[in-house]
């Protein structure tokens, strides 16, 4: 069986992307900047032994959920197939930022990105 390895990034959607990205700052200490590309906040969070990135994106998924976790996987295209198998709608694929992507959403509607890094 093909698993998620880690977590690959916690994804928040806001209304006021960067007043939310400052109050992560401000409160938490979770530094982002703008991505002038995707209009896009990017960070990191690190223990030492591991890491993932942090993001602030503008609107919503389109449902009353604002967050969404991305899960790494080592063959995308053998998760794709697995889960296809397995019953679970794909919503979309998308190839960007260094890896490729699928979403689906959890049996609750929680929305799921899986990524494969190219690195």
Known sequence: ????????????????????????????GILTRLDDTDGNYYGGIENGK?????????GNLGTDVSTMVNYKVA????????????GVEIERELEAHEGRFLYLRDPEGNPIELWETNA
């Not at 916690?10 to 109050?23: C, D, H, N, T, Y």
């Not at 591991?50 to 503008?58: I, Q």
């Not at 998760?79 to 397995?86: A, C, E, R, S, Y």
């Open 50 to 58: 591991e890491s993932f990135r942090f993001g602030v994106y503008p």
């Open 75 to 86: 063959d995308l295209n053998k998760m794709k197939v697995q889960l296809i198998n397995d």
């Open 1 to 28: 069986m093909n698993r998620v390895h880690g977590i690959g990034a916690v994804m928040i959607f806001a209304r006021q992307p960067e007043k939310l990205a400052q109050w992560y700052a401000n409160h938490l």
